[in-house]
């Protein structure tokens, strides 16, 4: 009995790709194993197959087996040998292998020509001695969830079946509805599509539930958003599913995530599948789901089996497990395809698709679920790093967060909030994504003033941080407002030498310098220094960050001898008490010899460069965003600045390290957009635009009023105007020249003189140089 065809049953590339692998399998390849997850369609392509075969005439002998035990293929063999050799029907054993012996080539006799489907093998292990001799006549089909190396090996191929394409399940579900008189907009139509992620099941049991209830598409999708809603009764009930299904998707899952929790190491796939289940499903980075949170909720597994006694559940809690055992468990979720697991790409090493994911947060209590959510965002602190290096993984793990908070942001907040919270904002603003960082910043500091109340530390953390990137934004003014504003409110419920209330105020004094009143934040700094050194010793480490922004406000204000000066100060205080290599250490070093370098000793600027340079290589490495800013000033000071290799080389650095949006990217793009429109307009040209091309990713990213913007648009009309003067002078000098090769002749020593004088300046100006006149 092959199953009846699926209503809407959709002509997909899956069945293109099926035939061409059956049928151009010569020898080589006479089984093909068709694997996926639960509900893509791998049971549908199969029967369309062998139901065109047999139509067509393309075989003799059609056998279909339902493969869900060992007992159930003996049983389809044994009844094939009934009906086709007339066997013994009371040794079913000897009859299903009578069956396969039949199929066994002949040279005696004509060949039939057989073709044998497998229908969803449960067990590899099953099939062991059941698989169909190798024939030229003959093909095998096998449908499976799994997909160890035992399914493959001679004469075996591996197909994995999909998802439906977007058209794909954009044209089922229209077909689906059409059927039964009903249309929907074809927007809502993608739209439900996506949200179901093409899983052609999802579909088949969304489009009957839709028409059984009357909904609109438009109203599903609304019931879909609601978390408080089980996906279970957004589905028909089990005697109304369509193309005679006989269980739920949830149902179908969880029976495969029984057998993954079945594989060694015993009782870790069920809970690996329900922490990936928060994340996102796009990807989930190795680091994640090997870190000790990770670690230390696989301890709390389950019995596998139905006796759940206390005594069991201390043995298996007490158990150690590994990141090898992790692996290991999703290693048996991949067998089982409830995820895909590709070790290759570690920072998207695990993919779980959206529902199995949602079917999966069904099985928990509420209390469970709120657990799970804080566990997976404990997983994502403990794989963020420290200094985001790698652009690739920051990312991947902003996404796990988002993913994280869309499903259960409320748990994020219980008892309080999540450092999670405050690690992807951050994130975001240190990417360059600052007018992304403004906006979550923005909803935090709502969310957490309407979980906690205004006077919560964390709603004033959140208010805290959305003027930081305020400020860092290029509103310098609008951030010393907000930090006085939250200065205010502090003041009401913690005492004034709070060390909350000292950096805020540190915070309102840099973005009044920031803004324009250098002398107003050197006086605040003066009077914050003087109320912290009240209760705080003169080396502790707050009192120096203190003292180096009033070295630097010093130095904003136009004495830049007196920041070197005050910043030497600060380092041999700072040197008593901390290593030459310590990250504060280092900042202090840096600005030193940047103040240097400003007060007029470049040599020297650049000697104490290379040095903290070298240690900076040495402590955080060469993609530290410290390190490649110090490469520019290095570059600066030598006088490299107008070597380009030496200026795309750090660009190329901050490409792959910070993103093609990161200010300091997008500033250093303009300097070199600069310096090659420059170059045209020394030529002549009049049409240079690369550093147009550049602002207005600047203006994209950072907003019109950024301090990077308002800087190159200054210094790219500043150097239009000097290339126009310089153009202007050398048609001077060119006129002059021919007027003594008129009246002195072109040999004449002042003549030769102007003309040499002419050719160096073009050399020097990057203009072309006529060698021959030189």
């Given at each position: 009995?092959l199953?009846?065809?699926?209503?809407?049953?959709?002509?997909?590339?899956?069945?293109?790709?099926?035939?061409?692998?059956?049928?151009?399998?010569?020898?080589?390849?006479?089984?093909?194993?068709?694997?996926?997850?639960?509900?893509?369609?791998?049971?549908?392509?199969?029967?369309?197959?062998?139901?065109?075969?047999?139509?067509?005439?393309?075989?003799?002998?059609?056998?279909?087996?339902?493969?869900?035990?060992?007992?159930?293929?003996?049983?389809?063999?044994?009844?094939?040998?009934?009906?086709?050799?007339?066997?013994?029907?009371?040794?079913?054993?000897?009859?299903?292998?009578?069956?396969?012996?039949?199929?066994?080539?002949?040279?005696?006799?004509?060949?039939?020509?057989?073709?044998?489907?497998?229908?969803?093998?449960?067990?590899?292990?099953?099939?062991?001695?059941?698989?169909?001799?190798?024939?030229?006549?003959?093909?095998?089909?096998?449908?499976?969830?799994?997909?160890?190396?035992?399914?493959?090996?001679?004469?075996r191929r591996?197909?994995?079946?999909?998802?439906?394409?977007?058209?794909?399940?954009?044209?089922?579900?229209?077909?689906?509805?059409?059927?039964?008189?009903?249309?929907?907009?074809?927007?809502?139509?993608?739209?439900?599509?996506?949200?179901?992620?093409?899983?052609?099941?999802?579909?088949?049991?969304?489009?009957?539930?839709?028409?059984?209830?009357?909904?609109?598409?438009?109203?599903?999708?609304?019931?879909?958003?609601?978390?408080?809603?089980?996906?279970?009764?957004?589905?028909?009930?089990?005697?109304?599913?369509?193309?005679?299904?006989?269980?739920?998707?949830?149902?179908?899952w969880?029976?495969?995530?029984?057998?993954?929790?079945?594989?060694?190491?015993?009782?870790?796939?069920?809970?690996?599948?329900?922490?990936?289940?928060?994340?996102?499903?796009?990807?989930?980075?190795?680091?994640?789901?090997?870190?000790?949170?990770?670690?230390?909720?696989?301890?709390r597994?389950?019995?596998?089996?139905?006796?759940?006694?206390?005594?069991?559940?201390r043995?298996?809690?007490?158990?150690?497990?590994?990141?090898?055992?992790?692996?290991?468990?999703?290693?048996?979720?991949?067998?089982?395809?409830?995820?895909?697991?590709?070790?290759?790409?570690?920072?998207?090493?695990?993919?779980?698709?959206?529902?199995i994911?949602?079917?999966?947060?069904?099985?928990?209590?509420?209390?469970?679920?709120?657990?799970?959510?804080?566990?997976?965002?404990?997983?994502?602190?403990?794989?963020?790093?420290?200094?985001?290096?790698?652009?690739?993984?920051?990312?991947?793990?902003?996404?796990?967060?988002?993913?994280?908070?869309?499903?259960a942001?409320?748990?994020?907040?219980?008892?309080?909030?999540?450092?999670?919270?405050?690690?992807?904002?951050?994130?975001?603003?240190?990417?360059?994504?600052?007018?992304?960082a403004i906006?979550?910043?923005?909803?935090?500091?709502?969310?957490?003033?309407?979980?906690?109340?205004?006077?919560?530390?964390?709603?004033?953390?959140?208010?805290?941080?959305?003027?930081?990137?305020?400020?860092?934004?290029?509103?310098?003014?609008?951030?010393?407002?907000?930090?006085?504003?939250?200065?205010?409110?502090?003041?009401?419920?913690?005492?004034?030498?709070?060390?909350?209330?000292?950096?805020?105020?540190?915070?309102?004094?840099?973005?009044?310098?920031?803004?324009?009143?250098?002398?107003?934040?050197?006086?605040?700094?003066?009077?914050?220094?003087?109320?912290?050194?009240?209760?705080?010793?003169?080396?502790?480490?707050?009192?120096?960050?203190?003292r180096?922004?009033?070295?630097?406000s010093?130095?904003?204000?136009?004495?830049?001898?007196?920041?070197?000066?005050?910043?030497?100060?600060?380092?041999?205080?700072?040197?008593?008490?901390?290593?030459?290599?310590?990250?504060?250490?280092?900042?202090?070093?840096?600005?030193?010899a940047?103040?240097?370098?400003?007060?007029?000793?470049?040599?020297?600027?650049?000697?104490?460069?290379?040095?903290?340079?070298?240690?900076?290589?040495?402590?955080?490495?060469?993609?530290?965003?410290?390190?490649?800013?110090l490469?520019?000033?290095?570059?600066?000071?030598?006088?490299?600045?107008?070597?380009?290799?030496?200026?795309?080389?750090?660009?190329?650095?901050?490409l792959?390290?910070?993103?093609?949006?990161?200010?300091?990217?997008?500033?250093?793009?303009?300097?070199?957009?600069?310096?090659?429109?420059?170059?045209?307009?020394?030529?002549?040209?009049?049409?240079?635009?690369?550093t147009?091309?550049?602002?207005?990713?600047?203006?994209?990213?950072?907003?019109?009023?950024?301090?990077?913007?308002?800087?190159?648009?200054?210094?790219?009309?500043?150097?239009?105007?000097?290339?126009?003067?310089?153009?202007?002078?050398?048609?001077?000098?060119?006129?002059?020249?021919?007027?003594?090769?008129?009246?002195?002749?072109?040999?004449?020593?002042?003549?030769?003189?102007?003309?040499?004088?002419?050719?160096?300046?073009?050399?020097?100006?990057?203009?072309?140089?006529?060698?021959?006149?030189?």
């Open positions: 009995m199953p009846p065809r699926a209503l809407s049953f959709q002509h997909r590339s899956a069945v293109d790709q099926l035939r061409t692998a059956v049928d151009s399998g010569g020898t080589a390849v006479l089984s093909q194993v068709l694997t996926g997850t639960g509900g893509v369609g791998k049971t549908q392509l199969a029967a369309d197959y062998a139901r065109t075969a047999w139509d067509c005439g393309g075989v003799d002998v059609l056998v279909w087996i339902s493969a869900s035990s060992r007992s159930a293929i003996t049983a389809g063999y044994a009844q094939a040998g009934i009906e086709v050799l007339a066997a013994d029907p009371s040794n079913p054993e000897q009859a299903a292998r009578a069956f396969l012996a039949w199929l066994e080539p002949k040279t005696s006799q004509k060949p039939c020509r057989w073709l044998v489907v497998l229908d969803d093998l449960a067990d590899p292990a099953d099939i062991r001695g059941w698989w169909p001799p190798t024939s030229r006549h003959g093909r095998a089909l096998v449908t499976t969830r799994r997909r160890e190396a035992a399914l493959t090996g001679t004469g591996l197909v994995t079946v999909g998802l439906f394409t977007p058209q794909e399940a954009a044209a089922y579900f229209t077909a689906a509805l059409a059927a039964h008189n009903r249309h929907e907009p074809t927007d809502q139509i993608d739209s439900l599509a996506a949200d179901l992620g093409y899983l052609p099941v999802a579909l088949a049991q969304a489009a009957a539930y839709i028409i059984d209830t009357n909904l609109a598409c438009a109203s599903y999708r609304e019931l879909l958003t609601y978390r408080i809603r089980k996906l279970a009764d957004l589905l028909p009930e089990p005697d109304a599913l369509p193309d005679d299904q006989t269980v739920t998707m949830a149902a179908t969880s029976l495969s995530i029984e057998r993954a929790n079945q594989i060694r190491p015993a009782g870790l796939a069920r809970p690996m599948l329900q922490l990936a289940a928060f994340l996102d499903p796009n990807g989930i980075p190795a680091t994640v789901l090997t870190s000790q949170p990770a670690l230390a909720h696989l301890r597994r389950t019995p596998i089996d139905n006796t759940n006694t206390h005594q069991l559940a043995v298996l809690a007490s158990a150690q497990v590994s990141a090898k055992d992790a692996v290991l468990a999703l290693r048996a979720l991949h067998r089982l395809s409830l995820i895909d697991h590709t070790p290759d790409t570690p920072h998207q090493a695990v993919r779980v698709h959206q529902l994911q949602r079917a999966t947060r069904d099985t928990l209590t509420p209390d469970q679920h709120d657990q799970l959510a804080r566990t997976a965002a404990n997983t994502l602190t403990a794989a963020w790093p420290t200094i985001e290096r790698d652009t690739t993984l920051t990312q991947a793990l902003r996404a796990n967060a988002t993913a994280l908070t869309r499903t942001e409320d748990a994020l907040y219980r008892p309080n909030a999540h450092k999670v919270l405050d690690h992807t904002g951050n994130s975001l603003g240190e990417s360059g994504q600052i007018t992304a906006s979550y910043y923005h909803h935090l500091a709502a969310t957490t003033r309407s979980h906690f109340g205004p006077d919560h530390p964390a709603a004033l953390s959140a208010r805290g941080n959305l003027a930081l990137w305020q400020g860092r934004a290029g509103d310098a003014a609008g951030a010393a407002d907000a930090f006085e504003e939250l200065l205010e409110d502090m003041l009401r419920v913690l005492r004034p030498d709070h060390p909350r209330i000292f950096t805020v105020r540190g915070n309102i004094a840099a973005w009044r310098g920031q803004a324009g009143d250098v002398a107003g934040a050197a006086d605040a700094f003066e009077e914050l220094l003087e109320d912290m050194l009240q209760v705080l010793r003169p080396d502790h480490p707050r009192i120096f960050t203190v180096g922004n009033m070295a630097r010093r130095g904003q204000a136009g004495d830049a001898a007196g920041a070197a000066d005050a910043f030497e100060e600060l380092l041999e205080d700072m040197l008593r008490v901390l290593r030459p290599d310590h990250p504060d250490t280092l900042a202090t070093r840096r600005d030193l940047r103040w240097r370098g400003e007060a007029g000793d470049a040599a020297g600027a650049a000697v104490a460069t290379e040095e903290v340079l070298e240690d900076m290589l040495r402590v955080v490495g060469p993609d530290h965003p410290d390190t490649l800013i490469r520019g000033d290095l570059a600066r000071w030598r006088g490299e600045t107008g070597d380009a290799d030496v200026i795309t080389q750090l660009l190329e650095d901050m792959r390290v910070r993103g093609p949006d990161h200010p300091d990217t997008l500033f250093l793009r303009a300097e070199l957009a600069m310096r090659s429109d420059l170059a045209r307009w020394r030529r002549g040209a009049e049409d240079a635009d690369a147009e091309a550049v602002l207005e990713d600047m203006l994209r990213v950072l907003g019109p009023d950024h301090p990077h913007i308002l800087a190159t648009r200054k210094a790219h009309t500043s150097l239009r105007a000097l290339a126009r003067e310089l153009a202007d002078a050398m048609a001077e000098l060119e006129e002059l020249l021919a007027q003594l090769v008129r009246e002195l002749g072109s040999d004449h020593p002042d003549t030769l003189t102007l003309r040499n004088y002419i050719a160096q300046v073009r050399r020097k100006a990057g203009m072309d140089v006529d060698e021959s006149t030189d």
